[in-house]
């Protein structure tokens, strides 16, 4: 079993954590927030360090999930961050959902001193992180990296897969976002056209989703959206920064997403009447009176 290290054991990489934890490996584990960390410990086991770079000092991987690109940024790099402490042969793993360029820019850092790297974005909810059935979308610049931590994150993991260099497993997180974006407007529009036409939304569902309509929204988030329950699931607010990653990405590569940049749009309205923290199916609360 191996040495590692966990920062960030928010909603994603609290459970993300207790799986390695099971699987028998020792566990160090810091988050910001100590309390959270001391409660981690108490129920799982493994020791809390006082910093990132203490995390990396006492493991061989190490493994973490943040916010977004400046949260990656503040415990990778500086006096307290994981590269400092970073031992050569050691290997980072990052779960956040981040911009393809910080990847490759800890990509190199880590090269630099030795160490490796792979970008993990997930994905699956915090449903799939509390069961153990993320989809993982990897990238490194070394194929031997991904293979040696790929037993690891088995431990959550429903499939996971290198996508090619550093980076690429955030470019194929922002493929998966777009594809949610429309999906998620589309069976909004869908289910209010259902009810507004008079029909029963559950049984209509319950016929559509085994033909060519099915999808993993309509399948896990249908029944709730009928109903107006947002308070759960993957927060709007978290989507918008995901679309904004996915936006400066296509004006970089020449990728025309006009329906992503609606739905966006539609977004905004949401958080404007209060839905920052609603589940992204949330996209039909602005179409029902
Ligand atoms: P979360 O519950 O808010 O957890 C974020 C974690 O990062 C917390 O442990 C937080 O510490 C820590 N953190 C944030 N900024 C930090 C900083 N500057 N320095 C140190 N620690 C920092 O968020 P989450 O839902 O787990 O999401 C984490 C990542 O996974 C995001 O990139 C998100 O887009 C992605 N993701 C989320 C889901 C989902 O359904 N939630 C699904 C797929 C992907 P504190 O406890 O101190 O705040």
């Known amino acids: 079993m191996a040495r590692l290290g966990y920062v960030g054991l928010g ?6 954590a ?27 086991g493994g020791a809390r360090a006082l910093t990132p770079r203490e995390v ?30 970073l031992k050569t042969g050691g290997v980072l793993v990052d779960h956040t959902t981040a911009s393809a360029t910080i990847a490759r ?16 974005p997930v994905s699956g909810g915090q449903a799939g992180a509390e069961n153990g059935q993320l989809t993982i979308m990897c ?13 690891i994150i088995a431990a ?12 690429s497993g955030q470019l194929a997180k922002m493929v998966n976002q777009i594809c949610i974006a429309g999906i998620a407007q589309g069976l909004s529009e869908a289910l209010n056209f ?15 989703s085994t033909g060519a309509a099915q999808s993993w929204q309509m399948e896990n988030r249908a029944k709730t959206m009928v109903r107006n329950e947002f308070e759960f699931g993957f927060a709007v607010e978290w989507m918008r920064k995901d679309l904004g990653i996915c936006f400066d990405e296509a004006s970089r590569n020449g990728a025309q997403l006009p329906m992503t940049e ?22 039909i609360a602005r179409l029902t009176d």
Not at 11 to 16: A, D, K, L, R, S
Not at 105 to 120: L, N, P, S, T
Not at 270 to 280: F, N, S, Y
């Open 11 to 16: 909603i994603m990489g609290g459970p993300m």
């Open 18 to 44: 207790r799986h390695l934890a099971t699987a028998q490996h020792s566990m160090t584990v810091y988050n910001r927030t100590t309390e959270k960390a001391d409660a981690w410990v108490e129920q799982h």
């Open 56 to 85: 990396a000092q006492a493991s061989d991987v190490v493994l973490m999930c943040v916010g977004n690109d400046d949260d990656v940024r503040s415990v990778v790099f500086g006096a307290d961050g994981i590269l400092a402490g």
């Open 105 to 120: 820019e800890i990509a190199d850092a880590c090269a630099k001193q030795g160490c490796g790297f792979v970008d993990a």
């Open 139 to 151: 990238g490194s610049n070394d194929p031997a990296t991904f293979d040696a931590i790929e037993p």
């Open 156 to 167: 959550y993991a429903k499939r996971s897969k290198l996508l090619g260099t550093a980076g």
């Open 194 to 208: 259902a009810m507004r036409a008079g029909l029963d939304p559950d049984d209509v569902v319950d016929v559509i």
């Open 262 to 283: 609606m739905v966006d749009k539609f977004y905004a309205e949401v958080v404007a009447i209060g839905g920052k923290r609603w589940d992204t199916s949330s996209l």
